[in-house]
DNA sequence: CATGAATGAGCGTTCATTCAT
DNA sequence: TATGAATGAACGCTCATTCAT
């Protein structure tokens, strides 16, 4: 009796009305954080009734959950573009991080939803699970550039486990810091260190 | 006719009794994250009625500001003794990131009350003010580390911005990881190599 | 394009169905009481699907109003049956009570839904209709009972709208004394004194 | 934390807006009936919010509950002042009836809804406990005037068991049969009849 | 200094019903 | 004939906060 809710729409109506939700919470979570998205705000903002935010999401936990993967799935959708645009492989980790980068703060409410979302989970299984599997596959896909990066004649330096959770937390890091200050001189020039650090640690064989 | 909250306690009797407060809302942050922590939940915690916890604080998102300068002053002062502890000054870099670390990680919760109100911060103005002021005194600190650096005879290879926007970052970051999956071997190597191209930055003359 | 409800039940698997959710009602009403008898419960208990309930009857309020005509029908198939046993037409008055207050207390829920649905009909247009057809059907029997007991010598002693409003007025308040406290000693002895009174108002010739 | 409901009320201003949502409840009782009567149609009729009447009632069920009991203290109330009025006490049986009778027809929302929560009650312990209550003290009353009856040198024919069953009795079904036809002919007569019957069972010395 | 009363906002559930197929 | 999807209404619980003393 249950819609599924977003995995499995029932009908294009409900699909396209559960995705309006989504998209609805995403910009509230953006504008107003987490804890003043409440189901009332998500419904107005996207012009439904509140009992039909409920009707399709089970809960608000569960519409936050559904956020987090689609949020999840949009981010690594991104990342995954950025790499595949670039023309010369051999770029894969000199572009890549860039790209990346790009790619992450082109949205800033999807990424102050991805705070929110992670932060909760710290102390909610639902969505610790959710974000997991989010930062894992990040981490595959980040795998997966170090092996491109080998397979065009690079030599990677270090470990592969210290390249994924180094990039991951500086992500991670360099992204809290630009939602509070914004773009300043001094993340620019991080960000550039990091990225020439980056690719110091994968030099041309 | 308010008490000014904990800064100004009234009575010896109010400050330990404000001070308890604050403890269990540590706590209960620490345990049950920052949406379910409530005015009643803490106030059960603190073992007084949920009226006194507004008594003391005039609201909950004071409360939590209050919370978050006592966090921001702790860990501050923790890193301050951790370096301070440092016998030979000229380890400053190398020793200090690691002393940091073990600090930062000590408590728990304080950590998780740290992230939580960080990402609360993003979109409210009066916490915002007293995180930000908390990262603006570990950046200080960590500009007088570099300096103090520098006075023992190291040379700083990168720009200061840079190197305390890295650090803080990193810091976030790998705190971030660490509050996930704990001490992973990955995050352990991680933090080594951390602290390793830290040194790298700053060599002995 | 609806199915007529129970009175022209479509087909005979239509009207069987029809007759589960009927007794379904039946037992969740006797059960549960008038306020607490859902369509989903009602559902349940007749193990169809919600949707099904409205499908035979349209609205919660005609399933009621089918089930208080099915009480009412079953209620004066009773009581006819019970008075039609007699054998001597003579004790129809001594007699009938006897046999009426069996028929009316033989079950249970079947009471409790009659009095749900009287007492609903007070304010429910459509439900009074129903109740008061059956009321005056039970008046109807009265009255018969009455010439059928001057046509057996006895003469009866009171007007006869008094005596069929005072029957009447003496079963419901009875059994909504016997609902409520089952059969007492008491109960017992007013029953008894009531028939008596009753004899007394029709004596033989 | 919980006002205690009506029984003791915190403060004048909670006491009177109490006392304004039971009336409310009454007039929409016996304007609706039981089921239509929602927190909403009694917070809106009482002219507060619908989170005040949860504030001083529980639940629902529990607002019905105190208004049962308070329905049942205003009969009881109105019944003894009946009672008390009577001049001569010779004519306690005789004239008790009749006004008590007028007692009890007074107040048309009162009799509906005294019905709606006695049928209710049949299937909800809470609301069971209260009728069983007021019917006691009824049956008390009724003795009452039995003993009075007598110590005015009636003699009591039938047992007083059968008196105090029977006129209750009567009175619920006689107040059934008056909420739903009204003040018709046959209910004047009958109600006389009961009268006279009662005066026949407790004759002058 | 401390507290109980009062109240608006939010969440999540069940219910009855209509829509659409 | 039968059914799942959609939806407004009501209920009752917690939360944060203000009022009044």
Redesign the interface.
């Known amino acids: 009796m249950r819609p599924m809710a977003f995995s499995a729409p029932p009908t294009p109506k409900g699909a396209r009305q559960a995705q309006e939700i989504l998209d609805a919470a995403l910009r509230c979570l953006g504008?107003?954080?987490?804890?003043?998205t409440s189901l009332s705000r998500v419904a107005d903002e996207a012009g439904v009734s509140k009992r039909m935010v409920l009707y399709y999401f089970d809960s608000r936990e569960a519409l936050f959950d559904q956020l987090a993967e689609s949020i999840g799935e949009r981010l690594i959708t991104a990342l995954d573009d950025a790499i595949d645009g670039l023309e010369d492989p051999a770029e894969a980790v000199t572009a890549g991080f860039s790209e990346m980068w790009t790619a992450i703060t082109a949205d800033r409410a999807l990424l102050?939803a991805l705070?929110?979302v992670?932060?909760?989970?710290?102390?909610?299984a639902r969505l610790?699970r959710t974000?997991?599997n989010f930062?894992d596959r990040f981490r595959d896909l980040l795998r997966k550039q170090l092996d491109l990066a080998r397979a065009n004649g690079r030599r990677i330096t270090?470990?592969d486990?210290?390249a994924?959770?180094?990039v991951?937390?500086?992500?991670?890091?360099?992204a809290?810091?630009w939602?509070?200050r914004g773009d300043t001189?001094?993340?620019e020039?991080?960000i550039g260190?990091?990225q020439a650090?980056l690719t110091s640690l994968a030099p041309p064989a």
Do not use: C, N, Q, Y
Not at 31 to 36: H, K, M, N, P, V
Not at 118 to 124: F, G, K, R, S
Not at 168 to 174: I, K, Q, R, V
């Open positions: 504008r107003d954080g987490f804890s003043a102050v705070f929110g992670t932060t909760e989970a710290v102390t909610d610790d974000v997991s930062k270090v470990d486990d210290i994924v959770t180094a991951l937390a500086g992500f991670l890091g360099l809290l810091e939602l509070e001189p001094e993340l020039k991080t260190a990091f650090m």
